[in-house]
């Protein structure tokens, strides 16, 4: 086997397996050590993944195929993995103590999700999502107060009820097929497609994965996991998980072409969560359940662009995934910041009061990630909103297309409300202007560039994208 084809899971294997030994040994290096160190290792698996890049094969017995599609969601995967490193240099919400479980899970956690990109059966599947989800739970249950604890237990019993149901699906899948890997059951289920028990199979197998896009009816874990966790983790579960879901969801409908009936469930499933999303973030004051919501308003735009299907519509909504990321990551960011200056881990939009006379550049990044989220032109998030749009407008989903439409102009309400908080209300007094050391500066410079020249110059991403969609087994 040539073991390059998975190099960035083989580079955070090992990572694993070092923190893992150094938490037996019970040796905890000193924060000042650790994050740096980690910071290190993290690069290292970025360019693990960058070696590797553009390889393909297929591995382990047809059940774990690398190509060009799985490719670009472990790249997006390990961004955000690399990010919420970053961010958890100055993480003061979880004890000192703990780092090394946290920076453990974590590991594991991205390792999961890069499994689910390469998963082309439903076994590998249901053990990489499984491996993804439990270090999740337990990173959003590392803080200390009740609550937090509270907020995990939840998100463990939701997705272990998810969980249970995906087996549910795979099972019916399986039975009818008479094989687990997706190219199988594409080739022995035609023409059963649209039975019963093949669409109750496809909706079921789906639910887990509509469960990390945080879509409506699963998106109930969301605001209490967004509100408790500590801000990186909610940074990854934000970014990262939702990058393995598109790239599950997407793999699946390109093996397994929808029936009719599956459409009409999807719309339904992107209309309410792009409502409810919005609607609810509206009356918000909590920053992080803000963001929650409107990571379920998210939701539903990835959803119209998977439901064009096609190439357009699949690499619409890897492109607008991507902006997703940089987007969500930006607006983090700023909100990790501002928590660790007001030593509240849960800011809220008063306490963003002032903050382009505290911290001018911080409100530059808070104002591009927001607008660009929002749809403005011509930042990522409008380019995104436009392919994905014009893909489902070319298969017929106008109405769908318009109520997205609609959605986007209710979430300016809110996102320009934080930004109001920002620019025009006044700080309180006495408080200082807020530092940023250097690095914070380049990164938060780099996250503002990103969004912009992907907005103005998306060409070459959708060119990616597409070629991704032809090799991720779209025929």
């Known amino acids: 086997m040539d073991w390059t084809l998975i190099l960035p899971e083989t580079a955070l294997l090992l990572l694993c397996v070092l923190l893992l030994c150094l938490m037996l040994i019970r040796k905890t290096p000193a924060a000042g050590v650790l994050s740096p160190l980690m910071g290190i290792a993290t690069a290292g698996v970025g360019l693990a993944a960058l070696w590797s890049f553009g390889f393909s094969g297929i591995l382990f017995f047809s059940t774990y195929r690398v190509d060009l599609f799985s490719q670009c969601f472990k790249l997006l995967v390990w961004a955000a993995f690399f990010l919420t490193v970053f961010f958890s240099r100055s993480l003061h919400e979880i004890d000192d103590g703990r780092r090394l479980e946290y920076y453990f899970f974590l590991s594991a956690a991205a390792l999961g999700m890069m499994m689910m990109a390469s998963a082309v059966d439903l076994l590998t599947l249901y053990v990489s999502l499984e491996l993804a989800s439990y ?34 699906g795979a099972s019916l899948l399986a039975g009818i097929s008479g094989s687990t890997s997706l190219a199988g059951i594409s080739e022995n289920i035609h023409g059963l497609i649209a039975s019963p028990a093949s669409l109750v199979g496809m909706i079921f197998v789906c639910f887990s994965f509509l469960f990390k896009l945080s879509a409506f009816p699963l998106h109930f874990w969301a605001p209490d996991v967004y509100e408790s966790a ?62 929650a919501y409107s990571s379920v308003a998210q939701a539903g735009y990835i959803l119209v662009g998977l439901l064009a299907a096609g190439g357009e519509g699949f690499s619409s909504a890897i492109f607008y995934t991507a902006a997703y990321v940089l987007m969500n990551a930006a607006a983090f960011f700023v909100v990790s910041r501002v ?70 102009v209710v979430s300016l309400f809110y996102y320009l409300t934080l930004v109001k908080h920002a620019y025009l209300e006044k700080p309180k007094e006495g408080l200082p202007p807020m530092a940023l050391p250097l690095a914070a500066r380049t990164v938060g410079l780099a996250l503002c560039l990103s969004i912009i020249l992907l907005g103005i110059f998306p060409n070459a991403l959708i060119s990616l994208a597409q070629e991704a969609v032809l090799s991720g087994g779209l025929h």
């Not at 719309?267 to 969560?273: D, E, G, L, N, V």
């Open 339 to 408: 928590a660790l200056d007001s030593g509240h881990d849960n800011p809220r939009l008063s306490h963003f009061d002032g903050l382009a006379e505290r911290s001018p550049f911080l409100a530059l990044v808070l104002l591009i990630s927001l607008l660009s989220l929002a749809g403005i032109p011509p930042l990522a998030g409008f380019t995104g909103k436009w392919i994905l749009f014009s893909a489902a407008m070319d298969k017929g989903h106008w109405f769908l297309v318009l109520w997205a439409v609609l959605n986007s």
């Open 230 to 291: 500590a801000t990186p983790v909610v940074n990854f579960i934000a970014t990262a998980s939702k990058a393995a879901a598109v790239a599950v969801l997407a793999r699946f409908l390109m093996f397994l072409p929808p029936s009719p009936e599956f459409v009409r469930a999807l719309t339904a499933i992107a209309f309410a969560s792009m409502t409810l999303g919005n609607c609810v973030a509206l009356w918000q004051e909590d920053v992080k359940r803000l963001l």
């Open 135 to 168: 270090s999740l739970y337990l990173l959003s249950a590392l803080k200390n107060r009740g609550r937090d604890a509270e907020a995990g237990v939840k998100y463990l019993f939701f997705g272990a009820a998810a969980s249970g149901v995906f087996l549910w």
